[in-house]
């Protein structure tokens, strides 16, 4: 996916740091606004956040708003809550995978298996996108802590590099 939007700002790296900002956190563009769901992220704020001049921001905009392609894409992205750093607080788990490769088919499916023999249900399943992640993980809450003897299990399992329980 990245490489695909990467194309349209080959010519301007500043500009391509605020779409993958953009990108990374599920921030639209609507109108010559820049959104988080409802709410309205200033351009300095973003600037401040990417490592940009303000003045970028709004070159990103425009040249977001100049393609279709781009406005298309842009304006229907919404943002989503990661509930993994938040898991132990309600007394679930939340299992961190570090995948061998993150482009190879099955790993969560391999996950998920392990989990629901152990009768662990899955409340929450967030992938980095390996295009815009420099390391992409997996991360799998559950509703219930893991027991201890299913970890050498996802250790082994498809496609898993490293694991990570919080």
Request: aromatic content about 6%; some cysteine.
């Amino acid at each position: 996916m990245w490489d695909k939007i990467a194309n349209y700002f080959e010519k301007y790296p500043s500009q391509a740091k605020v779409a993958r900002y953009l990108l990374r956190y599920g921030l639209r563009i609507d109108k010559d606004q820049v959104l988080c769901g409802d709410v309205e992220i200033a351009d300095s704020a973003l600037a401040r956040a990417a490592g940009v001049d303000r003045r970028v921001v709004k070159s990103t905009i425009e040249t977001i708003k100049g393609d279709p392609t781009l406005l298309k894409f842009f304006s229907q992205l919404l943002p989503t809550n990661h509930l993994k750093n938040a898991a132990s607080a309600m007394g679930w788990s939340a299992i961190e995978i570090v995948p061998v490769n993150a482009h190879e088919p099955g790993i969560i499916s391999a996950v998920a298996d392990i989990l629901q023999k152990g009768n662990i249900s899955i409340r929450q399943a967030i992938v980095d996108d390996p295009m815009t992640s420099e390391e992409p993980k997996l991360f799998i809450v559950t509703e219930s802590q893991v027991p201890s003897e299913l970890i050498p299990a996802i250790r082994q399992a498809k496609g898993v590099k490293g694991v990570t329980i919080y």
